[in-house]
């Protein structure tokens, strides 16, 4: 992948990577929900199929539709791991002090959000983010696909708020490339990976759902 | 004025600040910015028109320069 002006530096150390856009992204929805479907699919005809051959094997046709709501489930727990709480650090020192800056960063809408689900949310051009310190939720237009990517800062002993921004710095630099150098977690229904998310992260994720549906940026991604 | 913030483990350092009619001042945060870059710290620069730009020389006439570490898949 030759490298534009305005993309990512980081770019070049994924050289191997088709850069994530639009048409990208939709693909790997596909892929997801076709992957999805293989599994759950014959898990739902043999359940189906057992109580028409025998109703007495209810009990067995209930494990398999229990095993075909799992299976996604599992997929929707490792997309949401992304945004999993941390231990919590404390504001100390340089947290305040990072806390700060990110606040600078970060709109009075979305700076006040951060403070209460931990996750920094940034309308681009591929939908509505949502930064956390290890990772970012990408609601999609209309707000039903979702996707999660494990992405961090490279130096370790950065204040969380510091991680934040490091990670909503290069967002701003070049969505697609963020997007690109980010490991890809998950793609799937907003609302399972609702179901997975921690509670003090949900406000964020009705959030950014809510923020696909309008069109009034406050702030967008160069 | 301008000012060059490097994003570290202390929350953040002031490195430098400059006038854009300075050139002295300039010159030293450009220095400053240079050495940073070579230590494996990226610049990015607050335009005026609210975007962000990835900048391998320290521009004149922005609000602030921030410094950040390379990010990576996790």
Redesign the interface.
Known sequence: MAASPGALPELEAVAWRRRADERALVLRERISAAYTALYVTPLLVVAGALVWLEPFLFPVSLLALAHAWVIPELFANRGAGVVRVPRRRGADGPERVAQGLLGDLLGHEARELQRRTGLALERGRLGVWLVGEAGALLVRPGGRRAHTYCVRPAEDDLPPSDRIAHLLLALREDEEGFATVANHAFAGATWRIRRRLAPVRRPALDAAVAATRTGSPERSCS | MSRL?R??????TELAAWNAGDTGSYERAATIFDEQLAGGY?G?AKLHD?????VKRLPAEVEYV?L???????
């Open positions: 913030l994003m570290d483990r202390t929350g953040h990226m990015v609210e975007s962000w730009e990835q921030l950040r570490r390379p990010i990576v898949g996790g």
